[in-house]
């Protein structure tokens, strides 16, 4: 067998585990698309980076669209969660449509890149809010769908030997691409000049969805790196040591026997709660803050230092989590989230700047830190054929998280602040509970992972 590139033609063959997973070897990254697998880090990078604005940044940009369009400010975080909503909602499907060949992932970068475009615009010129929930809660959404899913699952497929570190660091462009427009929103935009401003930001955040998923290209399936032997233990101490803490599948699950599993079940209520607790912080954060009596610049900057831990935090944990294991790491993020909460209220209680921030930091730590852990854990559990449709099986509890802005601005009407991070801190810590439950299908706790080779065929 063999299979031909734009550069050369390479040889590969195929062999199978003790277990019947079968993998494909002899490629290289170069072979299949003419240039290093680390693009294929940095450019779904930049791509998340350009849709991270439109969750992380709009609470800073609720005041503003308040007073230039007289929109309630409920009405302005239930777009919020319509935006939340319908990127969730997307996941599967679009995951779907990849999986079978009828959506390539430079065109799913292409819509989500229009996508981001219209919503901006959309916010910039809607002459009602029902006009902006379509364009920027619906459209935005989806197209923020699309773009999520292709980056997450695409890092995923070309490094299955450690893929923590690479997924979190991705992953952690939805967060910290957001930091410049926190302060552009809050502090720069105003009712005189938000139409340029929202314009101009559209055009250069879809300019850099739309060049890096130009350059986007999958791997063949079962694919695995050439310097890595898949039956036995790999040279690469990093790579070993992530193989034997997070072991492989035991086989490529498809969507309907990952579910048979019961632990896309687990994972999807665990993701659920933690998300919804992130979202209702993002929301929040600048709100209780300001209510502290915390300047309008302080609270932003809270808000910043929150995007960028919570986008450091990603890659952080994705790298502990190849050294410790995906579930350990898991157990104590939804802990740290869920405390964190209490310390937000505690700070702001006492008016406690350096707390706040700290705090604030902190819960985005933890807020972030919950995605790649999912999505890696996603991939270790069911395999890397089928992770785009297995994660949005999984990502779509953000249908339910999503709700964590407008619900939570019903609960801080009824309890106030303290009431509403209070359940939230509650929420995640129980979530770490049900995680508890989480186990690698196919697998006994005390099985290891010796592979028993036997080549299915060779070219």
């Known amino acids: 067998m063999t299979t031909t590139d734009v550069t050369r033609v390479a040889t590969y063959r195929e062999v199978t585990d003790r277990n019947g997973r079968v993998y494909r070897v002899g490629e290289t990254d170069v072979d299949i698309m003419g240039r290093k697998r680390k693009w294929m880090v940095i450019l779904p990078w930049v791509g998340m980076m350009g849709i991270s604005s439109a969750e992380y940044a709009f609470a800073s940009a609720e005041d503003t669209l308040h007073e230039a369009h007289q929109w309630s400010s409920n009405s302005i975080y239930w ?3 319509a935006w939340v909503f ?5 996941a599967f499907p679009a995951g779907r449509l990849r999986e079978n060949g009828k959506l390539p992932a430079r065109w799913a970068m292409m819509l989500g890149a229009a996508g981001t475009l219209l ?10 809010v029902a006009l902006a929930f379509l364009g920027f809660g619906v459209f935005s959404g989806m197209g923020a769908g699309m773009v999520y899913a292709t980056c997450v699952n695409m890092v995923g497929k070309w490094y299955p030997e450690r893929r923590g570190g690479k997924t979190g660091f991705v992953n952690g462009g939805f967060a910290y691409g957001s930091v410049p427009f926190v302060f552009i929103f ?5 009712g005189s000049n938000f139409r340029w401003v929202l314009v101009c930001s559209g055009l250069f955040l879809a300019a850099m969805v739309a060049v890096a998923g130009f ?8 694919w695995w790196p050439s310097s890595i032997d898949p039956l036995n233990p790999p040279d690469d101490p ?5 193989l034997e803490k997070n072991p492989p599948a035991v086989k490529q699950y498809s969507p309907m026997e990952a579910w048979r599993t019961g632990r896309v079940a687990l994972m999807w209520f665990c993701l659920a709660c933690t998300s919804g607790v992130n979202i209702f912080g993002i929301a929040f954060q600048v709100d209780i803050g300001e209510e502290a009596g915390f300047a309008a610049g302080i609270v932003a900057t809270a808000m910043s230092l929150k995007a960028i831990v919570n986008g450091t935090g990603r890659g952080v944990i994705g790298w502990l ?4 294991g995906r579930k350990q790491c898991l157990l104590y993020v939804c802990a740290i989230l869920g405390l964190a909460q209490f310390g937000i209220i505690w700070s702001a209680e006492i008016k406690n700047l350096p707390l706040f921030l700290i705090f604030s930091a902190i819960s985005g730590f933890g807020g972030g830190a919950i995605f790649p852990m999912f999505a890696a854990l996603t991939a270790d559990y069911f395999g890397e054929n089928n992770n785009a449709t297995n994660y949005g099986m999984v990502y779509s509890s953000k249908l339910v998280s999503g709700l ?6 019903l609960v801080v009407a009824a309890w106030g602040y303290n009431g509403a991070f209070s359940l939230a801190g509650g929420i995640s810590l129980f979530a770490g509970v049900v995680a508890l439950f989480l186990h690698p299908p196919g697998r006994t706790k005390s099985k290891q992972v010796t592979p028993n080779p036997r080549p299915l065929g060779e070219g």
Do not use: E, I, W
Request: hydrophobic share 35%.
């Open 186 to 190: 809050h502090g720069y935009m105003d």
């Open 404 to 409: 964590g802005a407008g619900m939570g601005s």
């Open 79 to 81: 777009m919020m969660t």
């Open 215 to 222: 350059f986007f290209r999958d791997p063949p399936k079962n």
């Open 86 to 90: 319908c990127q969730a909602a997307v």
């Open 321 to 324: 989590s190849d050294l410790y």
């Open 119 to 128: 919503g901006y615009l959309s916010l910039a010129f809607a002459p009602h």
């Open 238 to 242: 990093r790579a070993r040591r992530s």
